[in-house]
Each structure stands twice: as structure tokens, then as C-alpha cells.
T-cell receptor, first 118, second 115 residues
Framework: DAGVIQSPRHEVTEMGQEVTLRCKPISGHNSLFWYRQTMMRGLELLIYFNNNVPIDDSGMPEDRFSAKMPNASFSTLKIQPSEPRDSAVYFC????????????????FGPGTRLTVL | GENVEQHPSTLSVQEGDSAVIKCTYSDSASNYFPWYKQELGKRPQLIIDIRSNVGEKKDQRIAVTLNKTAKHFSLHITETQPEDSAVYFCAASYGKNFGNEKLTFGTGTRLTIIP
């Protein structure tokens, strides 16, 4: 199994530009999570999907951020317009679980995308 | 929502000694508690997890204990080695709906093993 795939691995852009981060979850996993990691704020959950449906986007910082999951094998996180404070490592993770309340399962992280907004 | 606190933020131990990292959580409904290890520049990787129907779980040099009454859980690493140096995160699950669990992470512990 190739694991969770993210692209690009590094992105440097200028303030005001649109940034699109991509994620391919592990085949067969039906939950997908987007996280942001910074020294100041640690590991923050931005949004997660179950069976391609957004379940909780309460962590999305503001309207400049949007995420989609058009099918089970692909998701995007878009920032438009980008700002220097968006600089961080963005992780995508997937999990095989999607059943009843009261259980949990392992989340497998991708390698991350290091975003730098100048 | 869930709140997870993790202590200490940094920990240095001599090689061969034991290390203990502690976490507390706020939501009594949480029932899944994984621990992740993150080496510098790498992704977080699961090292051990525990569910609420178990009080303790071991995997070689690593063990996790859970006290649901007190709402705290701990990671124990014995016979520490230099490769154990990393940042460790605890997490707790908080699922509102039918769906998969939303993990809330602690703030991390930077563990340094002194040769």
C-alpha cells in the first residue's frame, strides 16, 4: 500500500495567491482529515469527511479556506487568498472506520505539505 | 468539545531510563486514546492506542495506561534509546455523529534521550 499521498510536498507562494493542496487517501479508507501544524498552535483539525461528506468543518479558520472531496480517492484544501499567517505544514490523514458512534480507529497521516506564504 | 492537556511539554531522560508522559481529557464520552510519535520533519505515526474497555496495554518497551474515572491516560517508555527522541502526541476521540472519530490532540511532549 502506498499510504496517504499528498502533493505538493513544498509550496512557496506570495501573499494573495491561491494555493491548492491535494490528498489521496489510502484505498478503502472512508474517512479523511485535514490538519494544520504550527509551532504556536500545534496540530489542529481543520475539517474531516466521512464517505466524501464533510462532517465537521468547525476548525476551518475562515472563509479563505475551503475543502472538497469529490470522490473516495481525492481531496483538496484550497486557500484563497493566501496570507503569511497561513504558513504551516498541512497534513492529510485517512482512516478506515465509519460506523457507529462510540468507536475510533487509527488515522494514517500523509507526509505533509510545507506551505510558505511570503 | 473535547479538551486534551498534555504534560510535560519537554522531557529529557538518560538513555536506559524510563519516560512517562501524561494526558488528561475532558469529555467522559471519549473512548479511544491513541499516541503518536513525530520525528523531526516527519509525519505523526501511531505507536500505541487504547480503548476504554482496557486499563493497560503494552507493546514491547511501550505501554499505555488509562484511568477513565479520573479521565487521564499515560504513555510509558522503558529502557529508552536514542531513537526514542521525538515529539509525542496524545489524542482522544470525540465523535458526535455516526461518523468516524474526530481526534483532539494534546500539545505534544518533546522527548530527548541523553546518551
Amino acid at each position: 500500500d502506498a499510504g496517504v499521498i499528498q502533493s505538493p510536498r513544498h509550496e512557496v507562494t506570495e501573499m494573495g495567491q491561491e494555493v491548492t493542496l491535494r490528498c489521496k487517501p489510502i484505498s478503502g479508507h472512508n474517512s479523511l482529515f485535514w490538519y494544520r501544524q504550527t509551532m504556536m498552535r500545534g496540530l489542529e483539525l481543520l475539517i474531516y469527511f466521512n464517505n466524501n461528506v464533510p462532517i465537521d468543518d468547525s476548525g476551518m479558520p475562515e472563509d479563505r479556506f475551503s475543502a472538497k472531496m469529490p470522490n473516495a480517492s481525492f481531496s483538496t484544501l484550497k486557500i484563497q487568498p493566501s496570507e503569511p499567517r497561513d504558513s504551516a505544514v498541512y497534513f492529510c490523514a485517512s482512516s478506515p472506520y465509519g460506523g457507529a458512534v462510540g468507536s475510533g480507529d487509527t488515522q494514517y497521516f500523509g507526509p505533509g505539505t510545507r506551505l510558505t506564504v511570503l | 468539545g473535547e479538551n486534551v492537556e498534555q504534560h510535560p511539554s519537554t522531557l529529557s531522560v538518560q538513555e536506559g531510563d524510563s519516560a512517562v508522559i501524561k494526558c488528561t481529557y475532558s469529555d467522559s464520552a471519549s473512548n479511544y486514546f491513541p499516541w503518536y510519535k513525530q520525528e523531526l520533519g516527519k509525519r505523526p505515526q501511531l505507536i500505541i492506542d487504547i480503548r476504554s474497555n482496557v486499563g493497560e496495554k503494552k507493546d514491547q518497551r511501550i505501554a499505555v495506561t488509562l484511568n477513565k474515572t479520573a479521565k487521564h491516560f499515560s504513555l510509558h517508555i522503558t529502557e529508552t534509546q536514542p531513537e526514542d527522541s521525538a515529539v509525542y502526541f496524545c489524542a482522544a476521540s470525540y465523535g458526535k455523529n455516526f461518523g468516524n472519530e474526530k481526534l483532539t490532540f494534546g500539545t505534544g511532549t518533546r522527548l530527548t534521550i541523553i546518551p
